[in-house]
């Protein structure tokens, strides 16, 4: 019975693991090459990428620097 439970449960486990290190916000807002690369990635397979952790943090991190007021790419309106 346990054996049987194992190999019930060893795709789930499996299932998790795709080898790709999982990179937080503050990575991808230190490295912008790295985070238009993933960011790119992630529009060219949306359906099977979009809500993995890296696209989602690549993409809370773009978020963050386009509103940035430190950012100096935005127009003024003064």
């Known amino acids: 019975m346990r054996k049987f439970c194992m190999l019930l449960l060893l795709p789930a486990f499996l299932a998790g693991c795709n080898g790709?290190?999982?990179n937080s916000?503050?990575?991808y807002t230190e490295h912008k090459d790295e985070r238009a690369?993933?960011?790119e990635e992630c529009r060219n397979n949306p359906g099977e990428l979009k809500h993995t952790?890296?696209?989602?943090n690549a993409a809370e991190s773009a978020h963050k620097?386009?509103?940035d007021p430190n950012n100096s790419n935005?127009?003024?309106i003064r």
Do not use: G
Request: proline share 11%.
């Open 20 to 22: 790709e290190k999982t």
């Open 25 to 27: 916000v503050e990575y």
């Open 37 to 39: 690369a993933k960011l």
């Open 53 to 56: 952790p890296n696209c989602v």
């Open 65 to 67: 620097a386009m509103f």
């Open 74 to 76: 935005m127009p003024s």
